[in-house]
């Protein structure tokens, strides 16, 4: 799928407005199925280097026998293939002005029974400047509410990167997250194999846990930084060009100002009054 000249403008206009847009069917149902396919193979195949169970994860847990992978593109062709699809380069030229430049790739399986993830804003982790992270989260099964789908709070790109503080790990497999100025802020996004929703590094997001017996919420997940940043956290290093190239940027460093929320006669704003006092040297 190519995305036209006015559905691209839509998208732009709606990610400038929310912070996240969903371009439906931008991969094939077949082509969401070989990928999940193909993952599963990987996963049954033994443990990886930037496996995550999750924190506070006991033998029980479902996410012990599918943790989630990470940096998949450093050796597997089909997610480095996927990583710089032009379909995404596309879209994220159309969002961002630019081509990006690419530095992470993640496969969730989120199965039956499993923990979701605390509500959360990715640039805390990838510190991407000047600029920002973009996500492009594709969905692998149908996700709703029951499987855990991902919730946003729309506008929240607008905030600065908050303060954190611990999460609910009985809940979450993460074990940080963010506050918010009311609890009603986030809203589902429902997908279908193939859709693939794009989000700016300032907007909270998360998912609850998958409720459902029998069925899976696998998502592949690429992680992208504006194509003007000069440095990203040293996790992410090599990024790399849509074409394949690496290329060498500086490292950005940690802690620094967070934003708090504080009463106004117009509601809560927040503020960069506080300090991170929380590192995580990834998602």
């Given at each position: 799928?190519?995305v ?35 993952y ?78 605390a ?30 789908c ?14 954190t ?23 589902p ?7 693939v929703?794009f ?51 500086e ?13 106004t ?19």
């Amino acid at each position: 799928m190519s995305v036209s000249y006015n559905v691209a403008e839509v998208h732009r206009a709606e990610f400038e407005r929310t912070g996240y847009t969903l371009v439906r069917g931008l991969f094939s149902p077949a082509e969401a199925e070989r990928l999940r396919d193909h993952y599963m193979d990987v996963r049954q195949h033994g443990p990886r280097a930037h496996d995550f169970a999750g924190h506070t994860s006991t033998d029980r847990d479902p996410l012990k026998r599918y943790p989630r992978m990470a940096q998949m593109h450093r050796w597997d062709d089909e997610s480095l293939r996927w990583m710089i699809d032009p379909r995404i380069d596309e879209v994220m030229t159309t969002l961002l002005g630019r081509s990006p430049y690419a530095v992470q790739t993640m496969i969730y399986f989120k199965p039956p029974g499993s923990r979701g993830q605390a509500l959360h804003q990715d640039n805390f982790y990838l510190k991407a400047d000047p600029g920002t992270c973009v996500a492009a989260w594709m969905a692998l099964d149908r996700v709703d509410e029951a499987n855990g789908c991902l919730e946003v709070v729309p506008g929240s790109h607008r905030w600065p990167i908050l303060c954190t503080e611990k999460a609910d790990t009985t809940v979450s497999f993460t074990d940080v997250t963010v506050p918010l100025p009311t609890a009603e802020a986030a809203v589902p996004v429902v997908m279908e194999p193939g859709d693939v929703l794009f989000f700016h590094g300032a907007l909270v997001h998360g998912s609850n846990p998958n409720t459902t017996t029998d069925r899976f919420r696998r998502a592949l997940i690429g992680h992208y930084i504006e194509g003007e940043a000069e440095r990203v956290a040293q996790y992410y290093h090599p990024a790399l060009r849509m074409d394949g190239t690496e290329l060498t940027l500086e490292v950005a460093e940690g802690g620094g100002a967070c934003g708090e929320w504080t009463d106004t006669p117009d509601g809560p704003v927040a503020l960069l009054t506080g300090t991170q006092t929380i590192d995580r040297k990834h998602e």
